[in-house]
């Protein structure tokens, strides 16, 4: 297992680690984490079973569902799919790093007033795709919505007002938060 | 101050939900936790001869390997019996891990511990297991010739056949005829949170499990029964569950196996499903084929109806949907016959799945109605309405309450209905292909055969909590009972907080057929309005309350505070009685006895479904591009959740009619299909907007607040509106669930 620390970059750093337990630091919500990891360990099973953060969420451990969407260096990935070793020297942000302590985003309250979940699993995963799909840029209306959301499945069917629940943070930004109308 | 029961008010644990805090039940820290995976059965029939641990015990951080071979028999014999009743609820009338012998792939063979999860998953994967395998009949082309007529299906709840009046003779009178048969796929619930179950022995006799359950009580019930322990000596805690859709309702294996593991390793014992593992663990929706004659004079009315199911079911139990039920009552028609037949195959007991047997039974139906109004040549809503049933026809009794002619008028009204150019294949959006489509819905409103219960308890600042056994899987109780049980007290909704989610609290049914709802609610109310009432007894019992010598009657209570009904300066609040009288806190319990089986009225939720459809003239793709749905599930207590669960009822519809089927292969006897890459449900971009209305009617049979639930009926008819409107946008009949591709083309 090649891991690249120290200077990054250069292809003269990499070091072998593993397969046994390796201490690496993962860097969550800003804050620095040192944990002991097999190499194996996968960023969603590090981030639950050895951070404590379970708010990422495990649906099927195949890259198929969205419940473990988070941020590495503010893109979304599926934790489940990502090595935690892979993302030393990375910021990684989770649900629980979206707003400050005892905040809420604007998308996490429009999630609540929209009723845009009913179990909650896959809620945290929708939400932080939903905050980087108006960051990434598209178009913001439906059809984009509906493709650019489509990576994250409910089962619990509550699409149209996950979209209304984003509609409702563009219009609030487009309109300088004076409107959240959706 | 205006009643709480009906606002659309947010999800109270929805702040917990958005921002990641609500701890599910594989999200527990416990100190010593280790990890269980089972291995399955990777034949469908046959036995165990050995099982190779060598490699799997030298793995690091493995603590157990556990298998028949290592564990002792355990001293119950489970009994499938629905978790409605209340008792233990085993899903299936077997158990695994008691000897060699394999009945289904999937079946729990062998248990791995180990100090992590990789570790437990790697040490698995190193067990060598042989199989003698036998012949095995997984899908029903296998085993059609062997099929049966059981008794009594549904855990022995429901008879095998049902009839009135005579079918042949109704034929015979019969102008027009419809005899078509529909094919049903098997479907999986695959809720976003897989089983998990965490346990810890706290001393050997006693035992705490954190499960994901649709009732506590049925998972304490049903391990208590199965290793021979009092239910006393068992709690189970679940407090968030990630969906579930049926296939939480019942008490898997997997539940015991978790607490056996962990006695066994003296630790305690995470035991989580993973997705594959999700469609060979606990049940699904059976293959089946529905045989619908209808029988019609000149206009159009019903002269003989019979419905004819036959399904797969397992070697243990005589399991089939009671897909018969509504469709038997739903049309006034003197003549009927249902008949469920089975055959056995080797798979796990199916099971609840939303809406368990209308979502096929009504798709057969008004499929077949649907073809009936083309045949008379009349509109498929004036149909329905010339076949109208005013009474129970089962029975004669009246209906507890029904809307359905209100909602026929207003989902047509919502949809534009009127007007329709019945014709079918004429309509055309570039390539698409466009057409309309409806149906009826119905779904029996079930109640627990025992009292439910609930406790309030107010404290002397005016502060109150209410607690009952049910677990929130979604279904919006937590924030419906605050709202029931702030109405009962005279509280602001604020001042109540609902707990749930641990058998500890007052005993109360698994939320199962949409009467979780109804039964949680009566017992809430009925202990709000006890505790209301024993709080007035007492201020016009004391001699300083301004209440004095009042009679209670006419005391009623306000934001907290009693008074007198027509003098509303005469009064004083909760918590100064309390607080004068040195009282911490007062206590109620509710119990509720449901309406008896025997209640002279017939008891249904119901509603209408249409929905509008483009079909590719070339592809074959099939989008549905609006749907209107609008029911009657009596009171609404919330109308926020309550909409968006009948919202995702419809779009349920929607999956079961174009996407949802799991693949049996019957050269392996395993599902061809068991991941969400490859068994579809919708994503974003297959779920069109959705208009749901309810209307409100008044039932005063089924409970006390009327509430007849809305778990299920949204679902019911979707379905069947979405197959009849690619009928009228293609002139196809397609008989099957799902409408795929291949079927258009």
Known sequence: MKSYVGEVGTADTAVIRGPGEVMITLSVNGVPRTIPIEPRVSLLDALRDRLDLTGTKKGCNQGACGACTVWVDKRRVLACLTLAITCEMREITTIEGLAGDGEL??????FIERDAFQCGYCTPGQIMSAVAFLAEGHQPDDPQIKEWMSGNLCRCAAYPHIRAAIRQVRDATVAGGSDAAG | MSPAIGLALDRVEGRAKVSGTARYTAELVLPGLVHAVLVGARIPSGRVIAIDTGKAERAEGLIAVLSHFN???????PRLLPSLVGLAAPGESFFPMQDEVVHYAGQPIAIVVADTIERAEHAASLLRID?????????????????YEPQRIFGGMLP???SRGDVEAGLAQAKHRIDQTYRISPNHHNPIEPSATTVVWDDVDRLT????????????MTVSNLLGLAPGQIKVISEYVGGSFGSKAMIWPHVT????????????VRLALDREQMFHSCGHREEQEQRITIGARADGRLTALRHHKLSLTSPFDDWAEPSLQSPGIFYDCANYEGVYRLARGNTITPTFMRAPGEASGMFALECAMDELAELVDIDPVELRLRNFAKTDPSTG???SSSGLRECYQRAAELFGWDGRDRAPGTRRDGQWLIGTGMAGAAYPHAVPPNQQRARARLYADGSAVVEAGVSEFGTGVTTAMRQVAADGLGLPVDRVRFVGGSSDLPNITAAVGSAGTGAVSAAVHLAATELRNQLIVRAVADQQSPLHGADPATVTVEDGRMRLHDRAEVGETYAAMLARGMTPDVEALGVWTPPPLTTPYGMHTFGAQFAEVAVDADLGLVRVRRMVGVFAPGRVL?????HSQLMGGMLWGMSQALLEATLMDPRTGRWANPSLGDYLIPVNADAPDVVVETIEVTDTVVNPLGVKGVGEIGIVGAAAAIANAVHHATGRRIRKLPISLEDLL
């Open chain 2, 131 to 147: 199989f003698a395998e036998l012949p095995a009949h997984t899908v029903l082309d296998q085993v059609r010739d062997q099929a």
């Open chain 2, 397 to 399: 009794n009246p209906w």
């Open chain 2, 71 to 77: 564990l002792p028999p355990i001293p119950g014999k």
């Open chain 2, 257 to 268: 196996l978790a607490a056996l593991a962990a006695r066994q390793v003296q630790r305690p």
């Open chain 2, 638 to 642: 919330n109308r926020k959740t309550a």
């Open chain 2, 160 to 162: 095998g056949r049902n």
């Open chain 2, 209 to 220: 499990i954190y499960d994901s359950t649709q009732g506590p009580t049925a998972t304490q």
């Open chain 1, 105 to 110: 985003h604007p998308m996490q309250t429009a």
